[in-house]
């Protein structure tokens, strides 16, 4: 069965910190890997990863994707209160090896930063 | 670009009504439309994947006959909780995938559906 992990669940965080979200993965047919924000309504994304080993950054955000050991990371540097949130690691796969999948999500990190 | 929205925002109907929600790509086609439910502290959960001109693909343990899916044109689709209960109640979020071009998906903002 196909399968997201996350972790941890749940962080806390002061204002400054840098904080690392962790995702690891079991799925056949992997396409790849997306990164979501969730606060008060749907999911906004975040980043996809397809390659090994290539860094993704937008500002103070950075991830990248192990295909071999089957896991990416989501960095947050110097944390502001306004990256509280959920963070969702989702993954897409491509059944019978088709051009496009269905997105499995983990269950998300929930990320408070206080002042 | 790539705008998703769902109607209604939220909804409170009495147990055994039937509630439709609508999923519309405002400036895009969508091929493919997913329907999922997220629970409390829960993560999204795909119930089924909504393909235009063709019946929906319902993932296991999701009831087709319960939730109803119309994938009418390449920019709505609806799903309808037909004779909704307590247990329904929750948050429904689509998303649209582009019919052209990388195959993200765009996520609406979602349905608070509650059951009284």
């Known amino acids: 069965e196909d399968k997201v992990v996350q972790s941890p669940l749940s962080l806390v965080v002061h204002e400054g910190d840098t904080v690392t979200l962790n995702c690891s993965y079991e799925v056949t047919n992997f396409r790849s890997l997306l990164w979501y924000k969730q606060e008060k309504k749907a999911p906004t994304f975040l980043f996809m990863l397809?390659?090994?080993?290539i860094e993704k950054k937008s500002g103070r955000l950075s991830s990248i994707l192990d295909k071999k050991e089957l896991f990416s990371i989501l960095n947050i540097t110097a944390t502001q209160t306004g990256d509280s949130a959920v963070y969702l690691c989702a993954v897409e796969t491509a059944p019978y090896g088709g051009s496009q999948g269905n997105l499995i999500f983990g269950k998300g990190t929930k990320l408070s930063v206080k002042p | 670009g790539a705008v998703v929205s769902q109607h209604p925002s939220w909804v409170i109907c009495k147990s055994g009504t039937s509630v439709k929600i609508e999923c519309r790509s405002l400036?895009?086609?969508?091929?493919?439309m997913f329907w999922y439910r997220q629970f409390p502290k829960q993560s999204l959960m795909l119930m089924a994947t909504s393909n235009e001109g063709s019946k929906a693909t319902y993932e296991q343990g999701v009831e087709k006959d319960k939730f109803l899916i119309n994938h009418a044109s390449l920019t709505l689709s609806t799903l309808t909780v037909t004779s909704a209960h307590p247990e329904d109640s929750s948050f429904y979020i689509c998303s649209a995938r582009r019919s052209t071009g990388y195959n993200e998906q765009f996520f609406g903002p979602g349905t608070r559906l509650t059951v009284l």
């Open positions: 397809t390659s090994s080993g």
């Open positions: 400036d895009f086609q969508a091929t493919t």
